[in-house]
Antibody, heavy 121, light 107 residues
């Protein structure tokens, strides 16, 4: 059974870089049938798509509002993928989810449990 | 970006009721519309993809309809475990966007 698990600091200072890693078990991130992505949810608010990538590191679908600050990468040897969000502000405080998006159906069919990242000095 | 407008944003219903939530897209999205259920403190769960296809393992009381710009999620007979927030999401065009959610509460 596929499992995704986010890891990283729970607190980041304003203007610094938020770094998260998603470890995948029960499946390979090298599969051509899936993309791997990130979604966030400010406390008590709705969901925001951050972007997705394939195992080669090609990134897709990042909103223009975030594009200049987002970097995604993959480490196939560890079956992990990562998110870096630069120059964070309080508005970046959110629960960050990693997820799998299927090529067929373009559906997000598996999610990590989420990790709360607070931007605060 | 494509905007998704869900209505109602909140609703109250009783166990056994039939409930409908709508999602309207600001532009044509064909059938690339997905529905998710989220319970407090949990990650969202996929219910319906490509507007009408039930995800494996999801009870058949959930159904989806629509295409183009107007979509509907229907829960045929509410069960206690269905009280949650429901989100629509379009995967037709980047960036993929979500609706603001519809919170379903017990009456």
């Amino acid at each position: 059974q596929l499992q995704l698990q986010e890891s990283g600091p729970g607190r980041v200072k304003p203007s610094e870089t938020l770094s998260l890693t998603c470890t995948v078990s029960g499946g390979s991130i090298s599969s051509s049938s899936y993309y791997w992505g990130w979604i966030r949810q400010p406390p008590g608010k709705g969901l925001e798509w951050i972007g997705s990538m394939d195992y080669s590191g090609n990134t897709y679908n990042t909103p223009s509002s975030l594009k200049s600050r987002v970097t995604m990468s993959a480490d196939t040897s560890k079956n992990q993928f990562s998110l870096k969000l630069r120059s964070v502000t309080a508005a970046d405080t959110a629960i960050y989810y990693c997820a799998r998006r299927a090529v067929v159906g373009r559906k997000i069919d598996s999610w990590g449990q989420g990790t709360l990242v607070t931007v605060s000095s | 970006d494509i905007q998704l407008t869900q209505s109602p944003s909140s609703l109250s219903a009783s166990v056994g009721d039939r409930v409908t939530i709508t999602c309207r897209a600001s532009h044509f999205i064909s059938s690339y519309l997905n529905w998710y259920q989220q319970k407090p403190g949990k990650a969202p769960k996929l219910l319906i993809y490509e507007a009408t296809t039930l995800q494996s393992g999801v009870p058949s009381r959930f159904s989806g309809s629509g295409s183009g710009t107007d979509f509907t999620l229907t829960i045929g007979s509410l069960q206690p475990e269905d009280f949650a927030t429901y989100y629509c999401q379009q995967s037709y065009n980047t960036p993929y966007t979500f609706g603001r959610g519809a919170k379903l509460e017990i009456k």
